[in-house]
């Protein structure tokens, strides 16, 4: 263990506005549902006795260039519209995610984001310097945009190349 290791932390949030109720969209926020949605997302299964979103659910993500992250949902509470994340980048980094849904009238959800990654190599402190404020909010912008865009046709909406 390198004793002269400091990790750097990101915290990074942001609000968005998707045009359906907490209904239709809570149950966006699964492995297995976001797949209908998010173009370009990709996932396997661990474990999930339910066969969707729920807490102790495991699955994993796709390293590019990296081990697979491992992600485990460490709450899912459907009456308080809330579902955290923990994942984890083997040699790299570990994440929080917390998500709130917020009803916001008719037709009409709040999604209120917040991600907290910390460096726990190097390489994991590379990742965060270079995870820039623009890197995120296009991330959370297109994820916003896509949701809307499936709630309102049934159809992805194509990721730009």
Not at 67 to 95: G, M, Y
């Amino acid at each position: 263990m390198n004793e002269t290791f400091t990790a750097k932390r990101a915290v990074w949030k942001y609000t968005q506005t998707i045009e359906a109720g907490p209904s239709d969209v809570f149950p966006l926020l699964c492995p297995v549902r976001e797949a209908e949605w998010l173009d370009g997302w990709r996932y396997k299964m661990i474990y999930s006795q339910s066969g969707v979103a729920e807490a102790g659910c495991v699955f994993t993500t796709p390293g590019q260039g990296e081990a697979d992250t491992v992600w485990v949902i460490s709450r899912h509470d459907q009456e308080k519209l809330r579902v955290e994340f923990a994942r984890f980048t083997p040699e790299n980094r570990v994440c929080t995610l917390g998500i709130q849904v917020e009803d916001a009238g008719p037709k009409r959800s709040f999604v209120h984001i917040a991600y907290v990654y910390t460096g726990i190599s190097d390489a994991g402190n590379r990742f965060i310097d270079g995870f820039t404020e623009e890197r995120f909010l296009s991330a959370v912008r297109f994820w916003e945009d896509a949701m809307n865009h499936f709630l309102k046709t049934g159809e992805k909406l194509a990721r730009e190349t």
